[in-house]
């Protein structure tokens, strides 16, 4: 019996000291780099966290940008039409381009235009986005993006409600 309870003793040592490497610690060391989020109840804010959204390739983040009533707009060149769709189908399509891309790189350039109020705001600015999916398949997009934000009270974060793409793509 002491035998056993000596054994027990001895694994229970060994499993104690053992460092799982796929467990590892958790780091809670200061990261400058970790506060990267913008203010969302400024509109400079909103766009930090569209680009953070894209550049980690985090849906969640991206989801929180847009309004529950919100409406992507693109044309379809080849059919000379412009084509819509809401919230719902925009996160799906984000989550996809997400999941097959290696690699996003966005820069927001310029404010081009930018009117509104302080609950109301409308942005035109231009962009570039780069998405690798492979080493050989690379897409630049750039233009413009035309988006329409929303607040119920100046505390309160931004919200998208409508994006008009006006890229090349």
Same mark, same amino acid.
């Given at each position: 019996m002491s035998r056993h309870l000596l054994y027990i003793g001895i694994i229970a040592v060994i @499993? /104690?000291?053992c460092i799982n490497p796929f467990a590892p610690s958790f780091d809670? /060391?200061?990261d400058p780099g970790r506060d990267v989020l913008g203010d969302q109840t400024t509109i400079d804010g909103a766009f930090t966290n569209f680009k953070m959204s894209y550049t980690t390739q985090d849906t969640l983040l991206y989801g929180q940008l847009l309004a529950p009533d919100f409406v992507f707009v693109y044309t379809d060149y080849d059919r000379g039409i412009d084509v819509s769709w809401g919230r719902d189908e925009d996160v799906r399509a984000t989550h996809r381009l997400f999941r097959n891309a290696k690699d996003i790189d966005l820069i $927001?350039? #310029?404010i081009i235009t930018?009117? %509104?109020d302080s609950l109301n !705001? !409308?942005?035109r600015r231009s962009f570039n986005l780069t998405i690798s999916f492979t080493a050989d398949d690379i897409v630049r997009i %750039? %233009?413009?993006a035309n988006m329409q @934000? #929303?607040?119920s009270n100046t505390d309160r974060d $931004?919200?998208?409600t409508r994006w008009t793409d006006e890229s090349n793509f």
């Open positions: @499993f /104690s000291s809670d /060391s200061p $927001w350039n #310029e930018q009117s %509104g !705001t !409308t942005v %750039g %233009g413009y @934000f #929303e607040r $931004w919200k998208i």
